[in-house]
């Protein structure tokens, strides 16, 4: 049975080729002083930045930058953002990046007049904000991760080894969002496979989960299909704008928290990721492939049902003369063997793990509740050593 909820996006997008024209009238609803965030270069290197730079200047904007947000946003990165944010007394962040700089910019917002340490407020303690939150908007460059259309900002502590996400409410999502899909197309390879596993986990992760009849597990089918259907066509031709743009939309309505409305989520695949990342710094789409499919034939006993369903309805898996086990199994076996014709990172060792790190991945992984099975540490050890 769905639960009850109260739903809203309040995220306004502009879709499709030559979309950031659509910019100038947002723009216009916020004061001068623009704090300009963006990555480690790309989008200097594409053009991106000079178009942003070039609209920004027509609206009559001052320019204030915070370059160099790096994948994996940091706490120190972040103190330096909120001190940007004050000397520009920015009323706009815009975000010109991958998820790393639309979450960065997001804990910038809510930061920046926090008054205290934000690390310790809103990825230890997880409270809402409470001091003046500046207004976001997000040019997207990288698919994957949905931050231009939900709340999430994931940061990093290397200190501490820990690799959290906060998932604040309507008042700090992107005021609005230009999702241009040629704005993509200069990703390299790694980075956009590695988008497109973040695609498929941010679904699995509401999907397998509940035991009920529940509209969004339908819609989450249709989504997963499209994305494989796509997925394989984009990584022949990177440039095929049908699969590119299909590919943006899907990553989207993966996490931008309609799907998961009335409905269990799980989220712990992301939790074995974050730490992962929290240890060696990895690209975040590949830290999940690698642990993926250890952890869900761990809980496969726990939600056959859906596992079996998964199997049918986006693998097509055969039915006749199988057992559910045995049809659930061949789902995983049919999603690893996507994975891997793809191109994604199937092993912790090649992203840097090596054996003697593992107690200290399984310390870092914080346990979910709203999956099939709470995993005990035995349980996450045992996934992090067969994913080795
Ligand atoms: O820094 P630059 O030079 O811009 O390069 C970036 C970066 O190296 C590059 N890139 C981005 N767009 C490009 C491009 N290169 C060429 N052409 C383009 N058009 O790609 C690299 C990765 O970028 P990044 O932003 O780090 O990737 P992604 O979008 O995957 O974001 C990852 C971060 O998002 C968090 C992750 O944990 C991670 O910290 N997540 C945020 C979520 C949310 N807000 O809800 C949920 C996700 O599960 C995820 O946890
Ligand atoms: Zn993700």
Redesign the pocket.
Known sequence: MLGNFTYCNPTKLFFGKGALKEMRGELAKYGKNVLLV??????K??G?YDEVVAMLKECGKEIYEDAG?????TTEKLAEGCERARAANADLILAV???????YA?AVSVSAYCGEDPWEKFFIRFEEPSGKIIPVGCVL???????EM?G???I?NHAQKL?I?H?FGEEVFPKFSVLDPE??????AY?MV??FY?IM??ILEQYLSGTDDNTSDYIMEGLMRSLVHSSRIAVKNPLDYEARSNIMWTATWA?NTLVAMGKDTDWEV?MLG?AV?AHTDA???MTLAAVAPAYYRLIMPYGLHQFRRFAVNVWDVPTKGKTDEEIAEAGICAMEKWMKEIGLVMRLRDLGVTEDMLGGIAKSTLVMTGGYKVLTQEDIMQVLRESL
């Open positions: 963006y990555g480690k270069g790309s989008v290197r594409s991106i947000v790096m994948p994996n946003p990046g991958g998820g790393s700089v639309c979450d997001k460059t990288m698919v994957g991760t949905g931050s939900n999430g900002s994931v990093t690799k996400g998932v704005y993509t197309f200069t990703l390299p980075q590695a988008g973040d986990s941010h996490l992301h974050q990342g690209t975040h789409g």
